[in-house]
């Protein structure tokens, strides 16, 4: 069956090539991907998918039944959206849209998901379950995932499947990662309000600069003392404001910052283990304070078992030298996360890098893709999807790995 996927998907490397360049040089921003969206519901149905429109605001689901004997359900997840940014290559694809610019790769993944739609739609009745197709709007705001779930799109799912372009690994070659692959992303406030007063006269006053300094140091001394070195944890606060003169006593700091973690117990206590700094420090003063700790998304934690079937389907069709083994997580955030609330899957990472020139990396302006990476692609993620049904036992949620 691999060498059957491997033809039909190098017969419409033309085809998805042609379907990358469109989709590249017609960028919208996440949450207005209408042309995107349109597009790609015109391309499942031109393969016979049956396909929902609207669905998570923007986005597509498209469903190819297969012959349904095996009840587990699997999707496969790709993003739509671009970013804001002025493109800088002299392809003669590139956006058209002034300020617009798939940097992220998502143009690529869009391609894949499509591709992977054709390739299966052509095995016809050897497809044994039922596949689910998701193309999300506003990834790269984090919120697309979310907006699909609310719509139901991981009803009776057993796993999903997704990808992201990576220019550091050349085309050629799929980046397979164990466990943590991205970090949990927190927003964290803090506002400390002291007492106004004279600044030669300190003792009448309650000095929230002072106060909001032992605050920002102590919480980076203490992240190191109280949590686990081999579980990562970063605090970045990135703005700071307060203060009227140098000559007033400041009442009032309002400190702004990110919040990043592997593991997932890390980033569950972490709002705790702020507060009781924060506490602690304003306490003895008489300073009051305010903390907003807002969830972003969670940690993408592969799924052993279905990272196993990346990898393994990787190698029968690429080679050892195919695949690159992921010895380090990212501190970025992937709302693919949110699917995984709902049920076990894996995101592989697809090289897209030259091998003879320089790669820019990703939400760069001169960001360009390595395109015979989209054949690769479409080949792993439809032999995975394929070979999916072919596991004997039921793929549970295995123990993810200590991050
Ligand atoms: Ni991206």
């Not at 959206?81 to 790769?105: N, V, W, Y």
């Not at 003169?245 to 890390?266: C, F, K, M, W, Y």
């Not at 080679?319 to 992937?334: H, T, Y």
Request: proline residues 5%; charged residues 20%; glycine residues 10%.
């Amino acid at each position: 069956m691999l060498s059957r996927i491997k033809d039909i998907a190098a017969s419409l490397a033309p085809r998805l090539i042609e379907i990358r360049r469109h989709l590249h040089s017609h960028p919208e921003l996440s949450g207005q991907e209408y042309q995107t969206a349109a597009y790609v519901a015109g391309v499942l149905s031109s393969c016979g998918l049956s396909i929902r429109e609207g669905v998570g605001k923007v986005g597509v689901v498209g469903e190819l039944a297969g012959q349904a004997k095996d009840p587990r359900l699997l999707a496969i997840r790709t993003d739509m959206d671009a970013l804001p940014i002025q493109e800088r290559t002299a392809l003669e694809f590139a956006s058209r849209q002034t300020g617009k610019m798939h940097a992220c790769g998502h143009d690529v993944h869009t391609t894949v998901g499509l591709g992977t739609a054709m390739v299966l739609s052509q095995l016809g009745e050897a497809l044994p379950g039922r596949v689910r197709f998701l193309f999300q709007p506003a990834e790269e705001i984090a919120q697309g995932a979310g907006w699909m779930v609310q719509d139901g799109v991981m009803d009776g799912v057993s796993g999903i499947l997704s990808v992201h372009v990576f220019p550091s690994i050349p085309a050629g070659v799929i980046g397979i990662r164990y466990g943590a692959l991205t970090a949990a992303a927190d927003d964290l406030e803090i506002t400390i309000m002291g007492e106004s007063g004279h600044g030669a006269r300190p003792h009448e006053a309650v000095d929230a600069i002072w106060i909001a300094s032992q605050v920002i140091t102590t919480l980076q001394q203490a992240i190191s003392r109280t949590h686990n070195p081999l579980r990562p944890v970063v605090l970045t606060i990135g703005q700071i404001t307060g203060g009227r003169a140098p000559n007033v006593i400041a009442d009032r700091v309002h400190l702004q910052g990110t919040v990043r973690s592997l593991h997932p117990e890390t980033s569950r206590d972490l709002p705790r283990w702020i507060e009781q700094i924060v506490a602690s420090i304003c306490q003895p003063y008489g300073a009051q304070y305010e903390i907003s700790y807002r969830r972003g998304v969670p940690s993408v934690q592969n799924d052993i078992a279905l990272t196993q079937l990346v990898e393994r389907v990787a190698e029968a069709a690429w080679g050892r030298e195919g695949i690159q083994i992921i010895d380090e997580p990212s501190l970025g955030a992937e709302d693919f996360s949110i699917y995984l609330q709902a049920a076990p899957g894996t995101m592989f990472r697809l090289g897209v890098g030259f091998r003879d020139r320089r790669n820019f990396p990703l939400h760069h302006p001169q960001f360009e893709v390595d395109e015979t990476a989209i054949v690769t692609g479409v080949v792993t993620m439809a032999a995975a999807a394929y070979q999916y049904w072919q596991q004997s036992q039921p793929l549970l949620k295995a123990a993810s790995l200590p991050a």
